[in-house]
């Protein structure tokens, strides 16, 4: 049993040791385009669910094969909508649940804002070099956003945005984690972007029907 525990501990250990988290920064969008002057009117409520977007990546051939990338992108995500859509509605309070049509008015809200990171993928790469060998990435986050209204749904749509980097392998494949991470906040920036564009050009928002 001491033998079995002990080649547990070992094993875990080493796949600890292979691992390389990569845990982006909040990266708020401020340049999103509207077609409209100001910000969306009123007061709207903001729930938002990252969970989906935390994910291990392995690379794509055999070069560095025995490493994994966690790529833990959720509370950053989070963070990110929480503060580029503040920058869009005269008066945003995020919730922690989502609340119902029937509540809105008792809030005094005008919406209630959903917005769920649907799925992430990313690629990764190793480019043998004649001295330092290079870490290529892609990732692509997908997102969707709804938003009801006190007499019914006034927006539903998914987008997506893809980011891409190149690095260094760094020692025993390290520098993975850090070109994954740069992938990934632009990837988060250009679907945060669209996600923006979808909510402050909404017709049916902006009039509530």
Known sequence: MNIKFAAAL???????????????LTVATYNVYSS???KLPGKYLLFVDGSKLDKPIKPSDMNCAAHTFP?????????????????????????????GRDELK???????????????NARLRVVPGFWVAGMETEVEVAASITVDGQSGRLLGTTVSGDGNAQG????????????????AE??????????GEALTNSDRVRNGK
């Open 36 to 38: 409209y002057e100001g």
């Open 186 to 195: 632009q990837a988060m920036k250009e679907t945060l972007g669209r996600l």
């Open 168 to 183: 260094d392998a760094g020692f025993a494949c390290e520098g993975g984690a850090k070109s994954l991470t740069q992938s």
């Open 106 to 120: 008792a809030r005094g809200a005008r919406g209630m804002i959903i917005v769920k990171g649907e799925d992430v």
């Open 10 to 24: 070992f094993s875990c250990a080493v796949l600890t040791a292979c691992q390389y988290k990569a845990e982006p």
């Open 71 to 99: 790529l833990n992108l959720s509370s950053s995500f989070s963070g990110s909508v929480r503060q580029t859509f503040a920058n869009l509605v005269t008066d945003l309070e995020p919730v922690q649940a989502p609340v």
